[in-house]
């Protein structure tokens, strides 16, 4: 059951809920909106394959971060955003990202299925959200910094906390947009023969 509107701030007020920063004009009433940040990092077309399951997968496929104000996506575009607020969720509330009907209705597309919050993610350091955006308009579409991009639902954990293999996420405190690190993130608990491979 996602919180309303209220319980969203009175968790904010608790310390249990960070928006960094927080604007109550931005409260729906079961979400918060989330505004676009100033950093995009895009991908290259290469002919040599991306290896995921390798380390640093993305090196010389994904560019440094870079700063805009106004960012323009043609048809077909995908690119790694991230949000202008930095989250920080307890242990005991988890959020999923959810797009803006206003934004669909574009053809913009916010994520690629990446749309957990896990609990705990940026409670000990608030981190902003790194967005996985795609046009699907048959038009150029240009992007303000600071314009609502998606919202986030929260939710409470059932249960007690359990312990959990995985720990903090590899992109907690981390600048968004953050490159992927599947490699990073697995590795310790699946292993590798040292190139890539299980």
Known sequence: MFLSADEIRAEADRGNLR???FDPRLLK??????????RVRRWAHRTEPIRPWSPNACAGALSKSQVFQHLTLSPGDFVLLATRERIGISGTLAAIIFPLSHLARFGLTIHLGAAFVSPG?????????TL???SHNPCALELNVGMPICQLAITRTLGSRSTSLLG??????????????LFEEFRHILGTNGNGAL
Do not use: I, N
């Open 132 to 134: 996985e955006v795609t």
């Open 121 to 129: 993610f940026g409670f000990r350091s608030p981190t902003p959200l």
């Open 19 to 21: 928006l960094e920063p």
């Open 29 to 38: 009433p079961a979400s918060y909106v989330l505004r676009l940040g100033d």
């Open 168 to 181: 903090l996420s590899v992109y907690e405190g981390e600048e968004a947009p953050s490159p992927p690190q």
